[in-house]
């Protein structure tokens, strides 16, 4: 179980420095785990979110017998109890291109209210402006206006979304540049080495912002960093000795 206060540690970081831990623990190849450039911030602005994926997928593109968007996201929420900590709604939109939005106020109005920390669709979103009043982040492929036959048609099931696969309750970290996965089992350290990490980083940021253009003392500071990050890949890699 990943308690809150790892929760809520993890969302101190940015979801760039998140990945680059990640890397230290050699558990996945670096160019996967993390979603594509399709899935944007709709509100930049606004800070990371931490939560846990509560699947879905989407249509619009034609009517669907017994089905509406508005008769099942009841089930979506419901669902949520199952859930690790708190939601991020993941939806796959199945039509290609999207023909409609997923969300709206009244669907992300209630997510919220059932505990959702935000939302990510591979299709397009709608009330934007009414979705950012009530301060709920967003990720998207783009606006539309219209709902269309908007159809839930699959809940808490694995999607693929900006490239990546995503399954119920994977942990997800988010922010304005993107959105990454955190497998489970190093959430924990992640969160706990995460301030090291930083630090390393420091080494190079603070010396040329207090020394610009000494290569001499660039050299040193990447020796240094090298050095530190060593340490902690010492510390939690998983590769094979």
Known sequence: MISTATLEKLRTFDTPTICNIIEVFDVR??????????????????????????????RAFAPVRDSDAYSSYDKQV???????????????????????????????????SFGAVGLITSGTGRDLDQVHK??????????????????????????????????????????????TTIPKDIAAEVADIGDAYVAAEMLIIDAMREQRGNLKLLRERQAAQKAELAKLRAQVSRAKK
């Open 78 to 112: 419901e669902r949520f109890g199952e859930l690790s900590g708190p939601a991020i709604v993941v939806f796959q939109d199945l039509d290609s291109p999207s023909v409609a939005a997923t969300f709206g106020e009244i669907m992300c109005t209630t997510y919220q």
């Open 29 to 58: 190849p670096r160019n996967t785990g993390y979603m594509d450039q399709r899935i944007v911030a709709a509100f930049p602005e606004m800070p990371p979110i931490v939560g846990f994926a509560a699947t879905a997928t989407f």
């Open 134 to 179: 009530i301060g709920l982040p967003i990720f998207t492929n783009g606006a539309c206006c219209s709902h269309g036959y908007s159809s839930v048609t699959q809940i808490h099931i694995p999607v693929h979304v900006g490239g990546i696969a995503i399954y119920p309750d994977d942990l997800l970290h988010a922010d304005r540049n993107g959105v």
